[in-house]
Structure formats: structure tokens, C-alpha cells
T-cell receptor
Framework: GEEVAQTPKHLVRGEGQKAKLYCAPI?????VFWYQQVLKNEFKFLIS????????ETGMPKERFSAKCLPNSPCSLEIQATKLEDSAVYFC?????????????FGPGTRLTVL | AQSVTQLDSQVPVFEEAPVELRCNYS??????LFWYVQYPNQGLQLLLK??????LVKGINGFEAEFNKSQTSFHLRKPSVHISDTAEYFC????????????FGAGTTVTVRA
């Protein structure tokens, strides 16, 4: 598609429950990024993929967060045993396979609320 | 490592007045600079970006920004705003060493009043 699609739009979980978010990048884009927006403004990079391979995972809290981008499937971000501080909007972005400085195209986000 | 500072957290402005949003960055290598806009309950949309070349960059919706290497700044301007420009504006940077990921500023809330 021509836009990055993210599902679900909203997700509510009790503390300790699992949460799984999905992202379909723009067709033909090889790079996928996940960002976490906490408190409306602060963006934090989580992880990036080049096709199905992890490219950079320096922002991932590895003990509870995991992510995958498998061929012919939406990418996913999974949080095991959610905590209150995981409440945020999670944005997925994709960019084409080009040089550095390429535009990242963002999806509409998934708002996760942990109660 | 790079960082981005947006000097104004909130900017109220009257319709048809000019607006400037300030952004400073720190990086030890060459940078690529971006301005994104986030309308209420929406994702980020690219306004403009600087990669190289002319330091004055023109973007969508009448916005422009000027890259100033000596002052490490990338301020965003619009000569006449509309009510529809009410949104959050984010300055972001990536550089040669960080493998594509963006570092964002804290954002500036622009509220346009009639």
C-alpha cells in the first residue's frame, strides 16, 4: 500500500498481560522502524529492521519487548507482561532502500494503555 | 551521538501572523535534519528535510527552514499561519553514524488563534 498501516488503533491491557502490535510498511520499503511516544511528546527509538533482519535494536528493553518482520506478514512488536510505564503511542515507520537521510514514513500509531 | 533541542515548548500565534520554531542540534558528524508535523490523534507527516546543498529548504504547506551549521540550528518558519497549522511540530536528526534512526526533539505545540 501507499501508507504505513498499524493495527490496532487502541489497545488496553491489564498490568502483566501481553500486548501485540502490528505494522504493514509501504510496499517496496525495506526498512521498518518502531518508535515509542510517551507523554505525548517524547519519542524513543526502539528497533529497526532491514527486510526481516534486525538492523538496530539498541533501544529495545529486551527483557519484555520483542519484534519481528517476517516475509509476507505484517511486522509485529510484542510486549510480554506489560507494565504501567509501557503506556504510550507506538509508531511504526518505513523507508525505501536508499542512502542515509531518506524520509521515514510514519503510520498513525497504536495507543497502548496499561491499567 | 546526537541530540535535538527545541527551544519553545508552546507557541501561541494569531492567524495570518508569522511563526518561527527553533531547533538546535548537537552532533560530531554530518547530519540530516527533518521537521515533522503531528496533527491531533494522527501520525507524523514530513514537512521538509535538509540533506545537503542549499541551506534554505522549502517544504509543504508554505513552511521553510534554514540550516545554519555554525549555529547548529535548523529553525522552521512560516510567513502567515492558518488555523489548520495548529499541531505539534518535531525537529529530528539522523547522522552518518547512527544507521538511519531518528532522534527527536521534545516538540513544539503551535496553537493558532483567530
Amino acid at each position: 500500500g501507499e501508507e504505513v498501516a498499524q493495527t490496532p488503533k487502541h489497545l488496553v491491557r491489564g498490568e502483566g498481560q501481553k500486548a501485540k502490535l502490528y505494522c504493514a510498511p509501504i510496499k517496496g520499503h525495506s526498512y521498518v522502524f518502531w518508535y515509542q511516544q510517551v507523554l505525548k511528546n517524547e519519542f524513543k527509538f526502539l528497533i529497526s529492521f532491514q527486510n526481516e533482519n534486525v538492523f538496530d535494536e539498541t533501544g529495545m528493553p529486551k527483557e519484555r519487548f520483542s519484534a519481528k518482520c517476517l516475509p509476507n506478514s505484517p511486522c509485529s512488536l510484542e510486549i510480554q507482561a506489560t507494565k504501567l510505564e509501557d503506556s504510550a503511542v507506538y509508531f511504526c515507520a518505513s523507508s525505501p532502500r536508499q542512502q542515509r537521510g531518506d524520509t521515514q514514513y510514519f503510520g498513525p500509531g497504536t495507543r497502548l494503555t496499561v491499567l | 551521538a546526537q541530540s535535538v533541542t527545541q527551544l519553545d515548548s508552546q507557541v501561541p500565534v494569531f492567524e495570518e501572523a508569522p511563526v518561527e520554531l527553533r531547533c538546535n542540534y548537537s552532533s560530531s558528524v554530518s547530519v540530516y535534519l527533518f521537521w515533522y508535523v503531528q496533527y491531533p490523534n494522527q501520525g507524523l507527516q514530513l514537512l521538509l528535510k535538509y540533506l545537503s546543498g542549499s541551506t534554505l529548504v522549502k517544504g509543504i504547506n508554505g513552511f521553510e527552514a534554514e540550516f545554519n551549521k555554525s549555529q547548529t540550528s535548523f529553525h522552521l518558519r512560516k510567513p502567515s499561519v492558518h488555523i489548520s497549522d495548529t499541531a505539534e511540530y518535531f525537529c529530528a536528526v539522523s547522522d552518518n553514524s547512527n544507521d538511519y534512526k531518528l532522534s527527536f526533539g521534545a516538540g513544539t505545540t503551535v496553537t493558532v488563534r483567530a
